[in-house]
């Protein structure tokens, strides 16, 4: 279960999104062929590379975005890339100051940093350095994504619900691009993703029987948030971001289905020195005196948090010292400082924004299919079809 971090950019939709944005996928729910192209995703696999080895297992296609120089290597092995500096890029033989596309024949991968990729890898020329980014269909990546933000031997239902999620915040992201050469992260900034190497069958199912479904608010896409677990309820997205806007479908709800997950309450410990030298990162000098929950939401979780040593004291967003301690979430029930330490109790994991998992899952095995689901958790959303935005 991961927690992504909210990443709002303010960016106008650019010329290479046009094309997505303009044509996304139009397949039906019901399976029917798309009458329009697939939306393509750019995911971001690695910045700032020297050097880079990707194993192929098969058939591949190398050459230039203008496709000038290109040639195919016809057996499985390994092709290195390697920048050579002034903007260049050179991946097997072949040198070029434009982006260089490596195309897997199809049924075949590439392998980059263990994980398999059956997407256009893109090297993306950059200085002295050069980007790696896939170019993947949106319903394949979904494939990617989807066992890692959720464990795939969960049910049926919650994994639709998950795709659902996972699709909007795709799309939504996607919109903030700008002039940007990818879309999304391949980590917690956006979404996880590790390719579609392996495709899990519960995973491809859910994926397949909610294709193009995406959840909108007053006909348009949100930041469908998710995270681990709420610990009873989740919260506004104000509570969370004081400048996100405060949408029905983000301002919180009961949950009553997660407290059988292990991450529902928690106990945690941290160092006295660790608490120490957050406090001096902070400037404040002098022995630790408190730790306190300065203010919180009405289900309970802290929004700041006031930190205090013998020459002052200064409050901090929760989100910020929540990261610096490594707590499971803002919903602090107990705090107290000791002498080599510091005791937390808490409830639920993530910021507790949209869609609580572990809820997810405990609807689906109370025999909620994904529809009520995701109308628990984005109160107000409505379910619709990628071509009718
Ligand atoms: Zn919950």
């Not at 094309?19 to 192209?37: I, N, V, Y």
């Not at 004081?242 to 106990?267: E, M, R, T, V």
């Not at 400082?337 to 109370?366: E, T």
Request: hydrophobic share 35%; proline share 4%.
């Amino acid at each position: 279960m991961k927690t992504k971090s909210l990443f709002l950019l303010t960016a106008v939709c650019g010329c290479l999104l046009l094309a997505a944005c303009a044509a996304p996928s139009a397949r039906k729910a019901d399976g029917q062929t798309p009458s329009r192209p697939e939306t393509t995703v750019r995911v971001l696999l690695a910045e700032k590379q020297k050097t880079a080895s990707f194993k192929h297992s098969g058939l591949l296609y190398i050459y230039t975005k203008d496709r000038s120089k290109r040639y195919k290597i016809s057996n499985a092995g390994t092709l290195s890339a390697r920048a050579l500096g002034g903007g260049k890029v050179q991946a097997g033989t072949l040198q070029s100051a434009q982006p260089v596309i490596l195309e897997p024949a199809p049924g075949k991968t590439i392998t980059f940093n263990g994980n398999a990729y059956a997407g256009k890898m893109y090297l993306v020329p950059d200085g002295s350095y050069f980007h790696i980014v896939e170019y993947v269909p949106l319903e394949t990546y979904l494939y990617g994504v989807l066992p890692y933000e959720m464990s795939y031997t969960w049910p049926a239902e919650a994994l639709k619900a998950q795709a659902v999620a996972a699709r909007t915040f795709t799309l939504k992201s996607m919109e903030t691009t700008g002039k940007r050469y990818f879309d999304l992260y391949n980590d917690v900034r956006s979404q996880v993703y590790k390719g579609t190497g392996k495709v899990y069958p519960s995973v491809k199912t859910a994926v397949d029987k909610t294709r193009g479904q995406i959840l909108t608010f007053e006909g348009k896409l949100f930041y469908t948030y998710y995270h681990g677990n709420c610990g009873g309820a989740t919260d506004s997205v104000t509570s969370w971001s004081p400048s996100a806007k405060a949408i029905k479908p983000l301002s919180g709800a009961k949950c009553g289905y997660d407290k059988h997950a292990k991450n529902y309450s928690w106990q945690q410990t941290v160092p006295l020195a660790k608490a120490e030298s957050y406090a001096a990162s902070l400037g404040l000098k002098g022995k630790l005196k408190s730790i306190k929950v300065a203010r919180k939401t009405k289900t309970g979780r802290a929004t700041n948090i006031t930190v205090r040593t013998q020459k002052g004291s200064k409050t901090v967003a929760c989100g910020n010292f929540r990261s610096a301690f490594g707590l499971k979430s803002c919903k602090i029930t107990k705090l107290s400082l000791r002498k080599k330490d510091v005791l937390f109790k808490g409830r639920g994991s993530g910021h507790g924004v949209g869609m609580c998992q572990d809820g997810a899952n405990g609807m689906a095995k109370a025999g909620k299919n994904y529809k009520d689901i995701l109308k628990k958790y984005y109160p107000g959303a409505k379910i619709t079809l990628v071509k009718d935005l």
